[in-house]
T-cell receptor
Framework: NAGVTQTPKFQVLKTGQSMTLQCAQD?????MYWYRQDPGMGLRLIYY???????DKGEVPNGYNVSRLNKREFSLRLESAAPSQTSVYFC???????????FGPGTRLTVT | AQSVTQLDSQVPVFEEAPVELRCNYS??????LFWYVQYPNQGLQLLLK??????LVESINGFEAEFNKSQTSFHLRKPSVHISDTAEYFC??????????FGGGTRLMVKP
């Protein structure tokens, strides 16, 4: 099992450009999450998908959109990148909400 | 609403010394508690969890944490640390809506 995979690992964007971060899990988990990690702030939830076909906003959703493509895949899109979106992005999944989440290796995004 | 406070942002310690990383939480629902470890440039890995039952939980690499309901704490301890334990540690609590809330992280720095 690969667990949770994320692509790309690194990305540099110019302000105003768009991109999609990809996430996939092979554990047959129902729920998937996107977080951003900034120094001293822990992890903050951007969006989540409790089950296939549903998505909901988290703590910091502004400037992002998501798609739960199927049970395995959950993508995060930045339509018009801003320097404030420079961060490390983590995807996570869990079989049952409220239980332990399993994390991908992260995408380090820099917006100039 | 739930919250997690990790009282120390950095903890320097010498190799083979004991260490305690402190975590206090607040939650309006019955708690599930987690400790995650993040090595440099990697994703978060589950270290240990408390869901129910014994209040003392252990990991496979010598860490332990004790759920203390009266003090709303879930401190992480290890009697003798190794250089390889150098990492950032995150405490998390399940709260309302079955969402996990993460603390700001504690950087453990083990010195030879």
């Amino acid at each position: 099992n690969a667990g949770v995979t994320q692509t790309p690992k690194f990305q540099v964007l110019k302000t105003g450009q768009s991109m999609t971060l990809q996430c996939a899990q092979d554990m047959n988990h129902n729920s998937m999450y996107w977080y951003r990690q900034d120094p001293g702030m822990g992890l903050r939830l951007i969006y989540y998908s409790a089950s296939e076909g549903t998505t909901d906003k988290g703590e910091v959703p502004n400037g992002y959109n998501v798609s739960r493509l199927n049970k395995r895949e959950f993508s995060l899109r930045l339509e018009s990148a801003a320097p404030s979106q420079t961060s490390v992005y983590f995807c996570a999944s869990t079989r049952d909400r409220g239980r332990e989440q399993y994390f991908g290796p992260g995408t380090r995004l820099t917006v100039t | 609403a739930q919250s997690v406070t990790q009282l120390d942002s950095q903890v320097p310690v010498f190799e083979e010394a004991p260490v305690e990383l402190r975590c206090n939480y607040s939650s309006s629902v019955s708690v599930y508690l987690f400790w995650y470890v993040q090595y440099p440039n990697q994703g978060l890995q589950l270290l240990l969890k408390y869901l129910s039952g014994s209040t003392l939980v252990e990991s496979i690499n010598g860490f332990e944490a004790e759920f203390n309901k009266s003090q709303t704490s879930f401190h992480l301890r290890k009697p003798s640390v190794h250089i390889s334990d150098t990492a950032e540690y995150f405490c998390a609590v399940r709260g309302a809506g079955n969402m996990l809330t993460f603390g700001g992280g504690t950087r453990l720095m083990v010195k030879p």
